[in-house]
């Protein structure tokens, strides 16, 4: 497929607006201008994947400066032994450390909370405008709204991760998220919304996806193009919503239905590549930019979806800012350690590694993730690939079964032995090296995190599995952050608190 240039990502972005509860929107175009057409309809999509990657990663403004370093996947890392925070960085600290004040409300948790409103309200003009609007081709016009509903359904996913009461932990009745699926047209007291409950907002998320699937693309992209959603990407989602939503309660239904959903994506075409040196040289490339740098960079043929931050010719810096730099937090010493000698995920000296020394200009004896290799933020961002995936089947299949078969094992080895050159790889589990399938299990989780380490997966792993955070002995309910209480404020006590944070 041809790559989308800067200049409709420039366009998308000053076509829509941001918005929280109380914040009206600005210079919203869903009108005619905007959606008759299939190219500007198409430049505004790309705006709204450019708010997809600022609430996940992170992205500069239009003046490629970094305002913030508050991103949803950072929510994911801080407080997990992946990651220890800098004493002196007093403003991700509570994060770390669970406890929040009213700085932290006004801060960290209210941006994240905007940021992921932001970027569903892009999705819900998008919908809205080409469904009032269009007049392009009918099966593109479809694609373009199944793309923005793959969007809506990923952003409030993640935003129930982090804000649901009881979203990972297997309470349908918890609350929720405010659901708002149509633009936003400003705050107004008398019409304030109340959070759904937790089984709603999945119904939803369900729904946008299982909707979509039909009118997206069937046939993949080349790996360089899977910036864009696919079926087979919103089939990987469903995997994972699935998987997270049933792993606490052990609820077969929907377990299988993980494991149907990673299964028709590992029948999809997608590959994975066996190279032991595949995720130094294709997924996690560098993409330090120079007017020489070759253009387009290598992409691995296992990926699903992914921010590039290089597209044709144009710069568009993404990633986080502070972890090639370590001026914030660096990789815990418990990630480090969870590694097999020779595992190139893991720490090493040489360029092979994906943990490294990183800047030697702050905490130089500290190290650093390289899947965020540089610090001008020339990263490719994964949100989701098929080592995920593998491990999805692999453990839905030992959940549902309550044995070790021999497609989960493969998985597993396939995950693990990978990153060690021919002549190192550690030696294939078997069955038999396993006392019980939830000594497997654990097996499985101890990969998917050595292996998606820093990609916006970890604290909800432990979530839905019971297991503490850094900080032991925390109840489910304070695992998660609370909501802004600026929302719950300005709402007037309609928007409710989670029940972790209720005496705040």
């Not at 500069?60 to 996947?73: E, G, K, L, S």
């Not at 490719?380 to 044995?403: C, F, N, P």
Request: include cysteine.
């Amino acid at each position: 497929m041809k790559h989308i240039s800067l200049t409709l990502f420039i366009a998308a972005l000053s076509a829509l607006s941001a918005c929280s509860l109380d914040y009206p929107p600005q210079n919203t175009m869903v009108d005619e201008t905007v959606y008759k057409d299939a190219k500007t309809s198409q430049a505004a999509l790309m705006g709204a994947y450019t708010r997809l990657c600022t609430f996940l990663s992170g992205a500069p403004n239009d003046q490629n400066n970094y305002t913030n370093f508050y991103y949803a996947h950072l929510v994911a890392e801080v407080g997990t032994d992946n990651v220890n925070v800098h004493s002196t960085t007093s403003t991700i600290a509570p994060m770390e450390l669970c406890e929040y004040t009213t700085d932290e409300h006004n801060g960290f948790i209210k941006t994240i909370y905007s940021l992921g409103y932001n970027a569903i309200d892009y999705a819900n003009n998008i919908i809205a405008g080409i469904n009032e609007f269009g007049d392009y081709d009918p099966a593109l016009m479809n694609q373009h709204i199944a793309e923005a509903k793959f969007l809506r359904a990923y952003e409030y996913f993640t935003l129930l991760c982090i804000y649901g009461d009881g979203a990972l932990t297997g309470d349908d009745n918890g609350l929720g998220l405010v659901m708002r699926l149509t633009p936003y047209d400003g705050y107004d007291p008398d019409k304030v919304q109340a959070r759904e409950s937790v089984g709603t907002v999945y119904t939803q998320v369900i729904k946008d996806l299982t909707e979509a699937i039909p009118d997206l693309p069937q046939t993949e992209y080349e790996p360089a193009g899977r910036f864009r959603a696919s079926a087979t990407a919103a089939r990987a989602l469903l995997s994972r919503v699935y998987l997270y939503k049933g792993t606490y309660t052990g609820n077969v239904e929907e377990l299988s239905l993980a494991a149907q959903y990673a299964g028709e994506v590992l029948q999809s075409g997608i590959v994975f590549n066996n190279a032991y040196n595949d995720h130094r040289t294709n997924i996690f490339p560098s993409n330090v930019y120079n007017e020489t740098y070759p253009d387009p960079t290598n992409y691995a043929s296992e990926l699903i979806l992914f921010q590039p931050s290089r597209i044709s010719t144009a710069v568009f810096p993404c990633g986080w800012n502070n972890v090639y730099s370590k001026t914030s937090f660096c990789a815990a010493d418990e990630l480090i350690a969870s590694y097999l000698p020779g595992d190139l995920r893991g720490y090493g000296e040489t360029d092979a590694y994906l943990i490294q020394q990183g800047s030697n200009q702050s905490q130089p004896d500290k190290k650093a993730c390289m899947k965020y290799d540089n610090g001008g933020c020339y990263d490719d961002v994964q949100y989701i690939r098929l080592s995920e995936i593998k491990l999805t089947r692999a453990e839905a299949l030992a959940r549902i079964d309550g044995s070790i078969g021999a497609e989960a094992l493969q998985h597993l080895n396939d995950i693990r032995c990978k990153p060690f050159p021919e002549g190192q790889k550690p030696a294939a589990f078997t069955a038999a090296d396993f006392p019980s399938t939830q000594a497997f299990i654990d097996s499985v989780l101890v990969e998917r995190n050595r292996e998606l380490a820093m990609e916006g997966h970890y604290r909800w792993d432990l979530i839905r599995t019971g297991r503490d955070l850094r900080v032991k002995g925390l109840p489910d309910n304070r695992k998660i952050l609370p909501i802004p209480d600026y929302e719950v404020q300005i709402s007037d006590g309609v928007i409710k608190q989670n029940s972790g944070f209720i005496d705040f």
